[in-house]
């Protein structure tokens, strides 16, 4: 309805010629609007968020199974936990530690009088010993898999980083631009713009965390189906501006603002409507009347119309004739009487008769006869 309206106040007061220049900038914003959303819609996909979901899920699975392993290989260890992330953050140190303190040894270094890079002691066989066990722990297989998927789940977080939804923000030329043309669609593409942000925003967290984010999205996109409609609407205004006289323009415009209006009341008025059906006081009064019809009374078909049409006038032709060929009283010739019906609009021709001739309808019935001037019959 407020389209309607102001497309009017802009036909009455603006010229359309510049009412054709605004609508092809606007499809021209449009357009670039329609390209971020369907390139956001491609980007940020359900593929990307079950790729980073089921990244998550293979590190807790991976952590799971290599605690186990710390709990087999090294639970007999003075200090526990072995093998939480803390562990692992301190061996891993420990190990690019050595190859500063031993450049030239392996970790753990066993040259003489070598020292433990933690604690700064010699260390002996038990120590030198649990370093190893240690070693081996950090570089097996599921750790080497369990590195992987955190690197992986890494370059994901710096992907999602790099998503901007700038581009319809409160003061871009996109957002002004649609608010422009229709409001309740800028509104509907903001609360989807919004949807993505709160997406980005809990991957971001799944990947900081790495835990699951519990979240599914649609492969769909109606809000780029709807920005293209609305672009071929203004150009069908641009090309019925273009070919169309502005008066037609206006009328037709009018013409849905009206029917707008019209629903607009039965809208309003839908409850009321509903209250006085479902009271039925309306099946009373529809009683009501059909009790003043006759119970037998039926209506006339199409068929027995033609035929009543059809035997009425023949019964009247037949009745016509009759008369006419009744003998006269008085005669002075045999004259045949040529008669026409008023009804008959193409021959419409008082019945005439010959002088001498009496007036079947009339003079015949009461005994006298007519010679004068001729008479006219009708029926």
């Known amino acids: 309805m407020e389209s309607v309206v102001r497309q009017l106040a802009t036909l009455r007061t603006t010229d359309p010629k510049e009412i054709i220049r605004q609508n092809e900038q606007r499809i021209t914003d449009l357009d670039a609007l329609k390209v971020s959303l369907s390139a956001l819609h491609l980007t940020l996909s359900p593929a990307l968020a079950e790729q980073i979901i089921n990244a998550v899920k293979r590190i807790q699975t991976l952590t799971e199974k290599a605690a186990a392993l710390s709990v087999a290989q090294l639970g007999e260890e003075p200090v526990q936990p072995i093998g939480t992330a803390a562990w692992r953050d301190l061996l891993t140190a420990a190990i690019a530690y050595n190859t500063e303190a031993y450049p030239d040894e392996a970790f753990p ?17 038990d120590g030198v010993a649990r370093l190893t066990r240690f070693y081996q722990f950090a570089t097996s297989d599921v750790e080497a898999q369990l590195g992987q998927a955190k ?37 509907a593409v903001s609360s989807h713009v919004e949807g993505y942000r709160e997406v ?9 965390g790495a835990f699951d984010p519990g979240l599914s999205m649609l492969d769909h996109d109606p809000v780029s189906i709807r920005i293209t409609e609305l672009v071929e609407r203004l150009k069908s205004d641009n090309d019925a501006l273009r070919q169309k006289d502005l008066k037609v323009l206006m009328e037709s415009l009018m013409a849905e603002e009206r029917l707008l209006l019209d629903r607009q009341v039965l809208a309003d008025q839908y409850d009321a409507i509903a209250a006085a059906v479902a009271d039925l006081k309306w099946v009373g009064k529809a009683n009501a009347c059909i009790r003043g019809f006759s119970a037998t009374q039926r209506e006339v078909t199409s068929k027995q119309k033609a035929l009543a049409h059809g035997t009425g006038r023949a019964g ?6 009759g008369q006419l060929r009744r003998p006269a009283t008085q005669t002075t010739g045999a ?9 008959d609009r193409s021959k419409n021709r008082d019945c005439q008769r010959q002088r001498g001739w ?4 009339f003079g015949a019935e009461r005994g006298r006869t007519d010679s004068g001037s001729a008479g006219r019959l009708s029926h």
């Open 109 to 125: 270094p066993k040259a003489d009088a070598a020292r433990c890079v933690l604690c700064h002691q010699v260390l002996d066989e």
């Open 358 to 361: 009496h007036r079947p309808f």
């Open 151 to 187: 690197t992986a789940l890494v370059g994901y977080g710096m992907k999602l980083s790099k998503f901007s939804l700038a581009f319809f923000d409160e003061g871009s030329v996109a957002h002004r631009t649609l608010t422009e043309v229709d409001a309740a669609m800028a509104a």
């Open 335 to 343: 004259v045949p009487l040529r008669g026409r019906c008023r009804n």
């Open 316 to 321: 009247l032709h037949r009745a016509i004739h």
């Open 200 to 208: 980005i925003g809990a991957l971001v967290h799944a990947v900081a």
